[in-house]
């Protein structure tokens, strides 16, 4: 096939173009899947030749571009939603995320995830119901997309020739129903979807792409994707349960709110779930967890002051900043409230990075000390 560098946004039907959800290989068919195959081929994220790796790198550089300009063109404040892939679509979390998701939307927020399934999935599945005056619509999605409540798991698919290994084939056949429904799901939704933007990568290419997104900055290399979905979630983050991958996108938020200049460039944090998944210790079985969580909000509030407290920024104000900008809550006009209140600077700093002067917002520059 060969690496073609975009010279624009990826959208939907770019990357599932072919897909044919009767056939029982339908999601083996699809563009995405097929640079995917070609991306394990190369090498993965070790490419196997300087030419690879160099078509990779222009592939990503004219996305980052792409990106460059669809962010100056919406100049909209963008609100990070960050979470497992395997939250299952049957789930109260699911529903819960999708309809936070409407809300912000309809507030005018621009939403971004990693573009997977689960909680990503939902952002984006209430992004695009969100045009709608009831929930009714969104219910109703829900319900469809709850017949085939959890994506497959799709790692290890290859033989040494790089067919799809024989005891594979049931999981690439759910793959094809997991995507089939969601597709259906988006046939429901109005013709024209309000804009979200996906993030992802094919270094998790066996994962089905979700088709509930406007635009898709897919990148081959997951640093750089990590690094656009954190850093131009200036408005704030909201996190959603589960994933190692989340723990990586919260620890690098913390390390950026840490080494923030001022109380102002302080990035809301939220953690958003209404089982209280982030504020509980797992229980542990044998061979799994019984209740899952993982309690970071011992840690994350004293991680931040030990940054933030200074001579020019004493102990009490650090402390009613963090009142205000690290939410434990599902509560959506709190949430509201304290992405609104970082509104301004976020879209200061967003007009810095675009204009290419990065020495004018301090988070871009983390001064250790």
Known sequence: MGIIVPSQLYNAQDLLGGFN??????????????????????????????????????????????????????????????????????HAAYKAIAYLARDLARARFLLVTGGGPGVMEAAHLGVAFSSTESVGPLDEAIGLLSAVPRAPILDDLFTDTWTIKDEKLGAIDDARKWLKVALEARAKAPDILPVSLAIPTWLYGAEPTMPFATHYAKYFQNSLREEALVNNSRAGIVYGRRGGGTMREVYQDVERNYYAKTLEEVTP??????????ETDPVMGDTRATSPGINVKPTIRPILALGLVSDNRPKKEVEACLDEKLLFTTDHPSIMKALRGHEKTSQQNLTFALAAEPLKFGTLRMNRR
Do not use: C, N
């Open 21 to 90: 959800p009767w056939d029982p290989m339908g999601f083996t068919l699809s563009r995405d899947f097929a640079i995917y195959r070609e991306f394990a081929t190369d090498g993965g994220p070790v490419p196997t030749s300087l030419a690879v790796r160099a078509a990779q790198a222009a592939h990503d550089a004219a996305i980052a571009d792409a990106l460059r300009i669809f962010l100056k063109t919406v100049q909209r404040p963008l609100v990070g939603v960050m979470g497992g892939h395997s939250l299952p679509r049957d």
């Open 269 to 278: 944090m939220i953690f958003f779930d209404p089982d209280k998944y982030w």
